[in-house]
């Protein structure tokens, strides 16, 4: 088991005011006051279904909408998920899952490869859960894409409830990153690619 993979980030713009720590190998304790509700909901999906300590913090332009804040949440989780991982000795790499709720029926697929990409393939039939701008679930994806560098494809297979589709999402992400960022103990201390560097 490689040590100390946690990472805290601190982001501060004119904006918003984001801190986020997150420990890989914790028990899914999930701390999230983001001042989105919904959103909340979602990041403790990710720890507890990932089983990854999360600690998320944001104060953000909340007067105007979600949409920096949200945007922001994502490049700061991106960019702790990749300190983190420092130099990604021993991961496994690749996750894959496939998340049913109810009639949703959601598959995510990703390689912590060093080069980003999104492919993204929701149908959302509402415009809002809540107060929850759906739209921003894509935004949230292409932010901690970006800031993690991982290749992250998303397919819906089913549903027709957007809080089902949504939560699903996050629940196969969980679980996909959670197979990722395992130690593989046949890998050692070695770089999980033939190029020798991620």
């Not at 007067?63 to 420092?86: C, F, P, R």
């Not at 690749?94 to 999104?118: K, M, T, W």
Request: hydrophobic fraction near 40%; charge should be negative.
């Amino acid at each position: 088991m490689t040590n100390n993979r946690i990472a805290t980030v601190h982001r501060t713009t004119g904006e918003t005011d984001i801190q986020v720590t997150i420990n890989l190998d914790g028990t899914g304790i999930c701390k999230a006051a983001t001042g989105i509700p919904f959103l909340d909901h979602m990041l403790h999906q990710i720890a507890s279904h990932g089983l990854f300590d999360l600690d998320i913090q944001a104060k953000g332009d909340w007067e105007i909408d979600d949409h920096h804040t949200n945007e922001d949440v994502g490049i700061t989780l991106g960019e702790a998920l990749h300190q983190a991982l420092s130099n990604k000795k021993g991961i496994v790499r690749f996750g894959n899952f496939l998340a049913p709720l109810d009639e949703a029926l959601i598959q995510v697929a990703l390689d912590l490869s060093g080069r980003p990409h999104l492919t993204y393939h929701l149908q959302i039939p509402t415009q809002r859960v809540g107060t929850y701008d759906t739209q921003l679930v894509r935004e949230f994806f292409v932010a901690l894409v970006n800031h993690s560098q991982m290749t992250l494809h998303i397919c819906q297979l089913d549903g027709i409830n957007s809080h089902h589709i949504i939560e699903a999402t996050f629940k196969a992400f969980a679980r996909a990153m959670r197979m990722a960022v395992e130690i593989d103990p046949r890998r050692a201390e070695t770089i999980p690619s033939s190029k020798g560097v991620l």
